[in-house]
């Protein structure tokens, strides 16, 4: 009779830590599904209370707060509100100051016809011939009411649709931003204490490196892009000023808006040019393409790179790279993470390879 085959030694406690693993991932699976409308938000709120926290650690270091801790995150997240807002309201009420001219402007063209602009007859070649066509196609009350009904039939009502629906959307993200962003406020040192505590327990010391890497991403970000945008519109909104663009400061603040993206402002002062080349006013035109092209220049070649490079780390190629793939597949956000991703992977890279790896303990400038 052959001898018993020895038991199968089972390790003790396997089962239930293949168990509790499957747990984790399958809650946090339905967790992220259930909160991915909110996920936006939540991320937004994040960004901000990272950019900001330095701010609000230094102030509740000298003012301390009260035992409920509610007077400092509502007066933060509030600012944060105002920021936002107020140049909403002001593009708001001129919009509709303008909405009575351009209304007037439909129904005297609808009448009349569209006169030909005084800026063809400005233009350096062709003046007659487009003078000629629009007199023709456009200055007579049946093709400008021919165009404008189909324009009505076509774009504008789809438009307006989707116009309003994304409104509503972007309103609920933004107000449940703010409330997370509140909560960040008064339980930031908790969950970033938790959130280093997690990361220590999951990847080792490497994982809390990079935790504050990508923190330290986000703060040279928010310099190298929102600070520096906001300079390049206050620069070029003088320079509009000057020029005689029409409406300066919201030019100035799309300017600000669109410079926060590389490359974006040249778009928003070259439509600035052809304004006031429009005018007939050639020489003020070219000031304004030069100052804009000097300014976009420096801030992208020399105070970009040294802000968020210096911060992060990352050559200036990558720091583009993770700008324009962020905001590719994130939209504005990416601004934020798609530095932050590189930041952490290029540490990596650098742990594995061995070179100007940190020690432990140093935290990123």
């Not at 038991?7 to 396997?14: F, L, S």
């Not at 066509?133 to 456009?138: A, G, Q, R, V």
């Not at 400061?249 to 300017?255: E, K, N, R």
Request: net charge neutral; aromatic share 10%.
């Amino acid at each position: 009779m052959p001898p018993p085959a020895p038991p199968v030694e089972i390790r003790a406690g396997a089962t239930p830590a293949l168990a509790r693993a499957a747990l984790v991932l399958g809650l946090a699976a339905l967790g992220l599904w259930i909160l991915h409308e909110f996920l936006p938000a939540l991320a937004w709120a994040v960004v901000l209370a990272v950019a900001l926290w330095p701010l609000y650690r230094r102030l509740t270091g000298r003012f301390p707060p009260g035992p409920h801790n509610i007077l400092w995150p509502a007066l933060f997240t509030g600012a944060v509100a105002l920021v936002f807002l107020i140049p909403l309201a002001v593009v708001a009420i001129q919009a509709a100051r303008e909405a009575s001219e351009v209304l007037d402007f439909w129904r005297s063209v609808e009448q009349s016809g569209w006169p030909v602009p005084d800026w063809v007859s400005h233009l350096p070649f062709g003046a007659a011939a487009v003078s000629r066509w629009w007199s023709d196609t456009l200055g007579h009350p049946a093709g400008s009411s021919e165009l404008l009904h189909r324009l009505d039939r076509t774009s504008l009502i789809g438009f307006g649709r989707l116009f309003g629906s994304q409104i509503v959307h972007r309103v609920v993200v933004f107000l449940f931003t703010l409330l997370t962003l509140f909560f960040l406020f008064r339980d930031g040192e908790a969950v970033a204490r938790q959130g280093l505590s997690a990361c220590r327990r999951l990847f080792g010391p490497r994982g809390e490196r990079v935790a504050r890497q990508m923190a330290a991403s986000v703060h040279g970000t928010v310099d190298g892009l929102v600070l520096v945008g906001l300079g390049e519109g206050f620069l070029l909104g003088i320079a509009y000023f000057f020029a005689g663009v029409p409406h300066p400061v919201l030019f100035g603040a799309a300017t600000a808006f669109a410079a926060m993206i590389p490359f974006g402002a040249p778009l928003v002062f070259g439509i600035a040019c052809l304004l006031v080349l429009a005018q007939g006013h050639v020489t003020a035109a070219i000031l304004v393409g030069v100052a804009g092209l000097v300014v976009t220049f420096v801030a992208d070649h020399f105070v970009r790179p040294a802000l968020i490079g210096g911060v992060t780390r990352l050559p200036f190629l990558w720091v583009l790279l993770g700008i324009l793939g962020g905001v590719e597949t994130f939209g504005l956000l990416g601004l934020f993470l798609g530095p932050a991703v590189m930041a952490a992977l290029m540490l990596l890279w650098r742990d594995f390879t061995g070179e100007d790896a940190p020690t432990h303990g140093d935290t990123p400038r």
